[in-house]
C-alpha cells in the first residue's frame, strides 16, 4: 500500500496528468451542451433511436484523459530528468528505491486504476445529470449496468494506453496513435470495413458494453465485449511486463 501512495503521488504530481483529469472530466460534459441544439432536434424529429444512449455516446470524446493518463504514467519513467544530465532518467531513481520490477509495475497499475476509475465516475455523472437538466424525460436513464461498463471502459482505455508505452517505452507515439483514431480518424473503424475481424479490435469491441445501435458491423453481447477488451489489455500488459523485466533501465 505504501507503494500504490507513492505512485499515486509521483502520477497527480505531474503536470500532464492534471492536463488529462481537466479535459477528460470536462469535454464530455462540454460536448453535451453544444450538441444540445442539435439532439433537440433529433428527438423532435424521431431519429434518436435509443434515448438512453444520450449521454453514453458522448464520453466517447472524454477518452483522451485516460490516454494521457495511462501513456503518462509509464513514459515519465523515460523523461529525462534535466538539462545538467541529459541520460539520466526517473526510472533509474525508481528502481533504486524498488528493484522489485513486477511490484512496481503492480503498484503503477493500482495508481494509475484508482485514478482513472475515480475520474471516470465523476465525468459519466456530470455528462449524465447534464443530458438529464437540459433533455429532460427525452434522457432516458441508462441502467446502472450501462453506467458501471462506460466506468470500465475507460478505465480499460487507461489500461490500453499504458500497456502500448510499457511496451514501445515512449509516451509520444502511443498518445499520438490513440488520439487520432479516437478522434480525428478511427483507424480502427475504416478496418471493420475491410474484414470483420476487426470488430473484435480493443476499442472497437471495448464500446459495445454500454452503447447499443447498428453503429458496429457485428454486434458482440455487452459481457462478451468486456471479456474481449479484458482480454487485449491482459495480453498485452502481460508483453509488457515481460519486456520490462528483460530491458536494462
Do not use: C
Not at 492536463?19 to 460534459?29: F, H, K, S, Y
Not at 486504476?113 to 465516475?121: E, I, K, R, Y
Not at 454486434?219 to 523485466?245: D, K
Request: hydrophobic share 55%; aromatic share 4%.
Amino acid at each position: 500500500m505504501n507503494l500504490v501512495r507513492a505512485e499515486l503521488r509521483k502520477l497527480l504530481g505531474l503536470p500532464t496528468a492534471w492536463v488529462g483529469l481537466v479535459l477528460g472530466t470536462l469535454i464530455a460534459p462540454v460536448i453535451v451542451l453544444l450538441n444540445a441544439p442539435y439532439t433537440r432536434r433529433a428527438i423532435a424529429a424521431g431519429t434518436l433511436s435509443d434515448p438512453s444512449d444520450l449521454g453514453l455516446r458522448d464520453l466517447g470524446v472524454g477518452l483522451i484523459g485516460p490516454m494521457v493518463l495511462g501513456v503518462i504514467v509509464m513514459s515519465s519513467e523515460y523523461t529525462s530528468t534535466g538539462r545538467d544530465a541529459p541520460g539520466a532518467r526517473q526510472l533509474t531513481a525508481t528502481l533504486a528505491a524498488v528493484p522489485h520490477r513486477l511490484r512496481l509495475l503492480l503498484a503503477k497499475t493500482t495508481a494509475l486504476v484508482v485514478v482513472v476509475a475515480a475520474q471516470a465516475t465523476v465525468t459519466t455523472a456530470a455528462t449524465l445529470t447534464l443530458t438529464h437538466v437540459l433533455h429532460g424525460e427525452h434522457a432516458t436513464a441508462p441502467a446502472p449496468g450501462r453506467v458501471a461498463a462506460a466506468i470500465l471502459y475507460w478505465t480499460l482505455t487507461a489500461l490500453l494506453a499504458y500497456a502500448i508505452t510499457l511496451i514501445t517505452r515512449n509516451g509520444i507515439v502511443p498518445l499520438t496513435l490513440l488520439i487520432i483514431n479516437s478522434s480525428v480518424v478511427s483507424v480502427s473503424y475504416l478496418l471493420t470495413k475491410v474484414t470483420d475481424l476487426a470488430s473484435y479490435l480493443p476499442d472497437i469491441v471495448g464500446a459495445q458494453m454500454f452503447i447499443r445501435g447498428s453503429d458496429f458491423p457485428v454486434e458482440v453481447p455487452p459481457v462478451t465485449a468486456g471479456l474481449v477488451m479484458t482480454a487485449w489489455i491482459v495480453a498485452l500488459l502481460a508483453v509488457g511486463a515481460v519486456l520490462f523485466q528483460r530491458r536494462d533501465t
